[in-house]
């Protein structure tokens, strides 16, 4: 496969909304986005759809880090304070692996490093 920083590259909708993965290796990536007025809700804070988006392709880019194809079978997001304008980070890390499946943890972090969301994933593997 590709790198997966370059594969990252291509996902039309990340990058509309200005998601870069900056970090990728087995198993693992970083992703961050740095919101505008645009990514706000009524409220004025951070839209939860954003924070998912954020959370998903930093998940995408760590479950296709490894060889094959991997994709989502369920995921799921808790979000734990609302999110100000600023940057926002997504660190993924893998947390089981088998053949078929495997099973990846996203905390997505402000820019005071406060935790504002958890997010899991399972994929299913495609593995030749």
Not at 84 to 91: E, F
């Given at each position: 496969m590709e790198n997966i920083l370059e594969a990252m590259?291509?996902?039309?909708?990340?990058?509309?909304?200005?998601i870069e993965i900056i970090e990728a290796g087995e198993g693992k990536a970083v992703g961050r986005l740095k919101t505008s007025g645009d990514h706000l809700n009524g409220?004025?804070?951070v839209h939860g759809g954003v924070i998912f988006s954020l959370?998903?392709?930093?998940?995408?880019?760590?479950?296709?880090?490894r060889e094959g194809i991997a994709v989502a079978a369920n995921v799921s997001i808790s979000y734990c304070k609302a999110a100000?304008?600023?940057?926002?980070?997504?660190?993924?890390?893998?947390?089981?692996?088998?053949?078929?499946?495997?099973?990846?943890?996203?905390?997505?972090?402000?820019?005071?490093?406060?935790?504002?969301?958890?997010?899991?994933?399972?994929?299913?593997?495609?593995?030749?």
């Open positions: 590259k291509k996902d039309i909708f990340a990058k509309h909304i200005g409220l004025g804070i959370a998903d392709t930093t998940f995408a880019a760590a479950s296709n880090s100000q304008q600023g940057t926002l980070v997504a660190r993924a890390e893998e947390v089981s692996l088998s053949r078929k499946l495997a099973t990846y943890l996203v905390k997505v972090f402000d820019e005071e490093d406060s935790l504002v969301a958890l997010f899991q994933g399972t994929v299913y593997r495609k593995v030749k």
